[in-house]
DNA sequence: CTGTAAGCGAGACGGTACGTCTAGTCTTTTA
DNA sequence: TAAAAGACTAGACGTACCGTCTCGCTTACAG
């Protein structure tokens, strides 16, 4: 605690004030949760996180913006691969569940489907939330699931095959959780993971 | 030619203006594609459309209302499975490649993303768009989907099983287009059905 | 009693609503007595006239057409000269007086002021205040002092003698108030009236 | 010459920084004379003379303050009385003449104007003016014209008297200029002294 | 065959949020 | 300790749409 301590909050120096940001971070998710995406408005995230707008719109560029820093926040948290010396097929099985979970979640579950959401819409969100989020995380998965599958003796060589073998057992629960508006339950990813295994098999002996 | 002459266009009697509602919806389609969904407005539509914004409120509830009506229209005609007299694995192949198609179809793609944007930012919209459009068609492709793993034999008892059968094979189509923002080639989608009907005779062997 | 009833008020049609134009004028106004020109904002006059922002931009460019609106309504009524038995002498001193007032009055005279205040930052202002209202006024002012020399029998034949007689003695005035902030007893208004009447004899006599 | 080397400009020491003044006046000026009185801002004033707009806050309590301040500078000097062995007459025609300019000058008239026009806005700019600058150059004209009329032995005993005189010769150039926006010719300004002298004369034979 | 009721184009209305601008305050860092 | 730099809260600016309304016209059907 050194001089950090002066800018604990209230009024702030020429050096951005960390407490208005989590403020307006914090603001923008309640919002959404409570109101819905149309109920997040720039407006509204300033009077309740008790900042000017000009404020927000110094740091961020849109609403947008401000969910996707949020995401970056806590998504990468929520979505490692945890050390773990379980088999190889049950930590396949528990990053899908987390994965089901995350998408489903009060907080940051609701700010992916919204950015998704707003991608759809938008080309430039669409960019943001993929090179942001999206792009990183899916390095993770990859590399978790490549070190699955060697240990099954099912790696493949090509790293697209390695690509369309994870789209296999995400793109159901995304389906399911996006479109369908669904939850995907344990048996479901126990089987979808169970298929995807055997389809690696099968390949890597071609 | 008798009483619809006079309803052509122009003005109208007290009867629905059957020429008003297709400039709304073409104006509603028009606007998505050139501008994206945040330039599709109600004052844009009844100017574009040449008609007063309370025809457009008399008719549709929303501008969501407007665009589910032109997917309705579109949708149901460019997703049915056509008669062939193909192999049932040819059949799947190709209705699988219809689906594609559409999702990135110049106008009915777009509106369809619209709608699944806005139905992750919405809960009504969620519904309407599951229940005017989403649960009809999925209706017709597990229909599809039974006839054809019936001629070869693999057919599931249990309905959630087919369900199942047919999330593998279109939650990946899905994820890519929509969340990845990318394009599934054609050898993707055979190896995707393949690997699904050999699930499929896997779970029929239980 | 006929159609224009139904515009009594609170809403509205194609037309323009009368009701709305008044609340926006007599709000405009009540703020300037209230708290002064800084306090006349567009948004203020809206809150306080119950009235849509729009609604006053769509019909006045800016709060200084508000006022002039305003003064145009009550400056002209309260600063006509009347008609009158009384002495040509008489006539002027007591114009000179309501000049007087009126630039001393609550409502009317803070327009004015606040209106050559503006003219006097901004040049577009300027001109609208002068051909909106102070050339009119300026108009009958020179009409009626012609009529008032004529009975007097030293009317100048040339206009601009009779624009600089007029200047002499509505010149102090405005100066007292405006610059100086006082105001000009009636001893003083008499006096000045007698020096340009002696003067325009003078005058007429070369 | 020693510490004032430290501040020749750029950075400053304890005490005021001169070059930083004048900076701002120059400024304010500046931006009143190219955008007019809402072109001036503390902003725009700050970012012009390469000053932090707290260094204004420090020294000035508003932009008013900091014309007003250009004023005092530049009005006290070129509306002093000069000396001269002219006659009386010539010389008050010659103050009214160098009055007139100064109300048309580029730099100083501008500042003049835009005060007296924001005065009439708000009662404490109104207050300073005539404080600061406006009494004080009143008194000098006071004196000046008290000096020309006992020359010519019609000075009144009343100060009352002459203020009223003074008003008679330079309310209508005011008027002119402020209110109606024209200049007032030399003929004019020598037409209205005769008749002021002229009533002069009358009052001080009663 | 005529009134009446509905649909229609037009657009004014009360609102909400937008993104920008400036005010005036405060804090940090430099000299 | 003055000054430059600039982040901060506050609030008005003028614009764009929202969804509701009223208007005046046109036209189909009912009495």
Chains 1, 2, 3, 4 share one sequence.
Not at 160 to 185: A, F, T
Request: aromatic share 6%.
């Amino acid at each position: 605690m050194k001089s950090t301590a002066a800018n604990s909050f209230g009024h702030a120096g020429p050096h951005r004030n960390e407490g208005a940001r989590q403020a307006v971070l914090d603001a923008a998710d309640d919002l959404l949760v409570e109101r819905g995406f149309a109920g997040v408005t720039m407006e509204g995230i300033a009077t309740k996180a008790g900042v000017a707008k000009q404020t927000i719109y110094r740091w961020w560029k849109s609403k947008v913006d401000v969910l996707l820093d949020n995401l970056e926040q806590d998504g990468e948290m929520a979505l490692a691969w945890p050390v773990s010396d379980a088999t190889p097929t049950d930590r396949l099985i528990s990053q899908l569940t987390r994965i089901e979970n995350f998408l489903h979640s009060e907080a940051a579950g609701k700010v992916m489907q919204a950015l998704i959401g707003q991608a759809l819409h938008d080309r430039e969100t669409a960019q943001k939330f993929r090179e942001g989020f999206l792009f990183n995380q899916r390095k993770r998965d990859l590399a978790g699931l490549r070190e699955v599958l060697e240990e099954l003796d099912c790696a493949p060589k090509d790293e697209r095959v390695l690509e369309e073998l994870l789209d296999q057992i995400i793109g159901p629960i995304h389906y399911r959780s996006l479109v369908l508006g669904q939850r995907s339950d344990q048996e479901l990813l126990v089987r979808s993971v169970e298929a995807m295994l055997r389809d690696a098999q099968v390949r890597v002996q071609r």
